[in-house]
């Protein structure tokens, strides 16, 4: 028979397993998931959701709203409007290695040489 002591005596053991696991239960958390970022950072990988890199600046993301506007494609052999013309070929292009380079529209991104958009202009 439960009477108002064993009532509150009931609800301090509960208060006190709650209190345990809501301390526990994120520490453990942490150890499993943060260890696995640990090892990926370990390994140089980078995270799923990371831009890719190159040299610290990041590529470009066709879904980008402004790559998006001005139609940029990865390959330009994939648009036919590019007619052979491509980011390696482009006045506002400033190569920085044999696949990537910076663009005065996308400042602080590279492009790819073998992208391509609809503000291509014929190097001079
Ligand atoms: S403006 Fe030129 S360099 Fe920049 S993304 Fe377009 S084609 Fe490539």
């Not at 696949?99 to 073998?114: E, N, P, Q, R, S």
Request: aromatic residues 10%; glycine residues 10%.
């Amino acid at each position: 028979m439960m009477n108002g002591k064993m009532d509150r005596r009931g609800f301090f053991a509960t208060f006190v397993k709650m209190a345990g696991v809501a301390f526990i239960a994120p520490t453990v958390l942490n150890t499993v998931f943060g260890s696995e970022a640990h090892a990926q950072k370990k390994r140089g990988a980078a995270p799923e959701a990371a831009p890719a890199a190159k040299g610290g600046m990041p590529l470009l993301d066709p879904n980008d709203s402004v790559a998006k506007a001005v139609k940029y494609v990865a390959d330009y052999k994939k648009a036919p409007e590019a007619k052979g013309n491509h980011c390696a070929t482009c006045g506002f292009y400033g190569k920085k290695d044999a696949t990537t380079g910076t663009c005065t529209i996308f400042a602080g991104k590279l492009v790819l040489a073998d992208a391509w958009c609809a503000s291509w202009n014929k190097k001079a």
